[in-house]
């Protein structure tokens, strides 16, 4: 391979690379989550947030040049990306560009699908002249080097590449699942199928789509102006594009997995309330398979500048601590009890609460004597003292939106508070 003779290869590929992260969703699945933010601005694992990992593994694979596609309650979006990724160098030709929604080509309506958001810029991508483009969706937790898809893209001749994963049949059903031939080529390609095909080899997994798309840009005007065209088109990649491609033309799978053993790496479409509550409690295990931790691969992020958590009271029944957690910077554990729970910055749990297997977006104060458990409380929220959730699903539903596998979401406005400014 081409790749292995000239070391060099990927770095010249990545740096005429284009990349275009899709951040414009509403993410409705995620309930009131998305009430007064954009999907992609959802914090995420204590510190970050869902377009934090698509940026920062754009960066790490060394491509520098982004355009950030933006349409539903952008304000916290943009807001983050302006305090957190002012990094790059104009100068170097580094950039990450916020590309607002603003009813381009003379059309009247807003963005109508994915296809739709990027053929409306495509005057954008001409003046930055890149030869290939990466078409990423700005809301799933992965870690993944962009340079090496690429390359392969390019050695196989491709005029489209799709990342893609494995997924037991059963979950496969709410993806769009790709048929493949044993040489990587695309044959087929199904939206949320009913019986999703088999991977070869794999007879129990499916083949799906991970919104990642590789494109020789030519390629991609005359696939996305084909489709604006098209009456009868929901202007999506998934639903119109793809199907479309791979009937005229040469589009190839990539596997996403570790080059070192074979195996499929993490990946996670945190789309549901209860998705969204497991992977971040899968960060608090001893080894989770996200390590957030790792150096060799950082998520970049913006985070105010604040102290220390701080753990206060030590009396028989009056302890601050927190067992088997994660807690943030400027949180403070007053004689409380804090297990099995994800704390993100500047929570407050005052005296003799108690909170388990918990996620706690930022700024919320639980008030003294609370019993918490199994709950997300959104940004902002203060608890009143000897609030019990989690406790009573029946009471929670009158309440509070409570989840299929039974997690309570919580957010301002159904506690009869204003809505905190979503940061």
Request: charged content about 25%.
């Amino acid at each position: 391979m081409f790749l292995e003779r000239n070391p060099r290869f990927v770095s010249r590929l990545t740096r005429d690379t284009l990349a275009i992260i899709l951040a414009g969703g509403r993410g409705g699945r995620l309930a009131n989550l998305t009430d007064w933010r954009t999907k992609p601005a959802v914090p995420f694992g204590g510190k970050f947030r869902l377009i934090d990992f698509p940026l920062s593994n754009c960066i790490n694979s060394g491509i520098r040049r982004i355009e950030v596609i933006t349409q539903y309650k952008a304000h916290s979006l943009i807001q983050h990306i302006q305090r957190g990724w002012g990094f790059l160098r104009g100068e170097f030709g580094e950039f990450i560009e916020v590309v607002p929604a603003q009813q381009r080509l003379d059309k009247p309506l807003w963005f109508a699908g994915t296809a739709d958001a990027v053929h409306q810029n495509i005057d954008i991508i001409q003046a930055h002249d890149p030869r290939y483009v990466l078409v990423l969706a700005g809301d799933h937790v992965y870690k993944m080097d962009y340079g090496t898809m690429i390359a392969r893209h390019v050695e196989s001749g491709a005029d489209m590449t799709v990342g893609c994963v494995q997924m037991p049949l059963e979950r496969a059903r709410a993806f769009g699942v790709m048929s493949v031939a044993e040489d990587g080529h695309v044959r087929g390609f199904s939206e949320k199928p009913d019986e999703p095909e088999p991977a070869p080899g794999a007879p129990g997994q499916a083949l799906v789509s991970m919104g990642i798309y590789v494109f020789d840009r030519d390629f991609l005007f005359e696939k996305l102006r084909a489709d604006a065209e098209n009456i009868d088109s929901s202007r999506d990649f998934g639903r119109d594009v793809i199907p479309a491609a791979i009937a005229a033309d040469r589009v190839m799978a990539y596997p996403f997995a570790d080059p070192r053993t074979g195996e499929q790496p993490y990946w996670r479409d945190v789309g549901t309330v209860d998705a969204f509550y497991e992977a971040n409690l899968e960060l608090i295990g001893q080894a989770p398979e996200l390590d957030i931790y790792d150096e060799a691969w950082p998520i970049w992020t913006y985070q105010a500048q604040l102290p220390p958590a701080k753990f206060i009271h030590d009396e028989e029944d009056l302890r601050g601590v927190a067992i088997d957690s994660m807690v943030s910077g400027g949180d403070l554990i007053e004689g409380a009890e804090v297990r099995h729970s994800l704390l993100f910055s500047q929570v407050h749990v005052r005296p003799r609460a108690r909170v388990s297997d918990a996620v706690i977006l930022p700024g919320v104060v639980i008030g003294e004597g609370c019993r918490i458990r199994r709950c997300v409380i959104d940004e902002g929220c203060r608890i009143p003292p000897g609030t019990v959730i989690g406790e009573d699903s029946a009471a929670d539903r009158e309440r509070f939106l409570v989840s299929e596998s039974g997690v309570a979401l919580v957010t301002a406005e159904m506690l009869g508070q204003a809505v905190p400014h979503v940061r």
